[in-house]
């Protein structure tokens, strides 16, 4: 009996190690990883540089702490005070982030500074072999502000939310094509700008014709594939409301085989025009808001054609095309 039990120990005691040892291995390859990103040029790729990088979270997480964040892409700058990604050893599809606030976004070319702050920001995305299952943004007491020239507040709201799920129903394994709904969400949010008030505002799309794999979204050839798999995307409602206005909007967009956008938009408002009205001078907010009915609401549909925008019948503008 007393043989057994050493025997026991002893090959705990060997499992333990092991896995020890495997552990930092990866900690290794995980810590290297992020330290390549840094070695990217910001342009064709986004650059992460850390001040501090630290993996911790022995024995069955990798904690990724990058403390003094910044992010370049292109002309923009983000400086972020802290990142941290987790991965569980027994779910390593599942990342589960945070960050500490406040962000500093800069935009090198146009000069502008802005800052965003928060009590709280989360995100999650779970992956269902290679395939987003579902990907999650959530932010609490969130501050938009103008810091050029002080902190001048932008909009803030104490809630907003986006969240993407996988459609099981529109995958397509033959072809390896794949759709998202978009959810999204906004609560009381103010904007001195537009002057809105508890505004409450809700976002629901769908996105079809997209690679099952995400590693295929950075192909070049990504929106000519999605165009030949039929791919569109469709406005299933957004939906803003406040005391005094309401607007609505649902519709479908695509691309023909030129590249060009197709589809239609159909907006229904109550309150908005009067809202924008020094934002958006006439004709263009008639164009596209549309002109109001007996009972006061704007009713107008914008539609997407040959490279053109039109206000109903009416060409607005052009759009070049996608590819």
């Known amino acids: ?23 930092l291995v990866l900690a290794g390859v995980v810590k290297q990883n992020v330290d390549a990103l840094a070695l990217t040029d910001g342009v064709t790729e986004p650059n ?10 022995f024995p069955f997480r990798f904690d990724v702490d990058c403390e003094t964040a910044r992010i370049v892409s292109g002309d923009i700058v983000v400086d972020v005070p802290g990142i941290r990604a987790s991965i569980r050893v027994y779910a390593p599809f599942h990342v589960l982030a945070s960050a500490k606030g406040p962000l500093q976004l800069s935009d090198n070319f146009t000069g502008t500074r802005n800052g965003v702050a928060w009590s709280s920001l989360e995100a999650s995305v779970r992956l269902d072999n290679w395939r987003i299952a579902r990907a999650s943004l959530s932010g609490k007491d969130l501050v938009w502000s103008d810091t050029l020239f002080g902190d001048a507040v932008i909009a803030q709201s104490p809630l907003t939310e986006i969240h993407l799920f996988d459609i099981p129903e529109q995958y397509d394994a033959e072809r390896h094509v794949a759709a998202l709904a978009l959810y999204a969400r906004a609560d009381n949010l103010a904007w001195p700008g537009l002057t809105l008030t508890d505004t409450n505002a809700e976002v ?9 794999d995400v590693r295929n979204w950075g192909d070049p050839m ?5 165009q030949q798999a039929g791919g569109a995307l469709k406005i299933v409602a957004i939906h803003a409301t406040d005391a005094a206005s309401v607007l609505d909007a649902e519709g479908q967009l695509g691309l023909d085989e030129q590249g060009m ?7 229904t408002s109550t309150g908005v025009a009067e809202r924008i009205g020094p934002l958006l001078q006439e004709p263009w907010r008639t164009l596209v808001l549309g002109t109001p009915g007996a009972d006061g609401a704007h009713v107008n549909q914008i ?19 996608l590819f």
């Open 303 to 321: 539609n997407f054609r040959a490279g053109g925008i039109f206000s109903g019948l009416v060409p607005i503008a052009s759009l070049p095309p």
């Open 204 to 212: 629901q799309l769908e996105l079809s014709g997209l690679p099952d």
């Open 261 to 267: 956008v197709d589809g239609q938009i159909a907006i």
């Open 1 to 23: 009996m007393k043989k057994r039990i050493i025997i026991l120990g002893s090959v705990v005691v060997a499992v333990i190690v092991l896995w020890s040892a495997a552990w």
């Open 48 to 57: 992460l540089t850390c001040g501090t990088l630290d993996v911790g979270g």
């Open 222 to 226: 990504l929106l000519p594939s999605m």
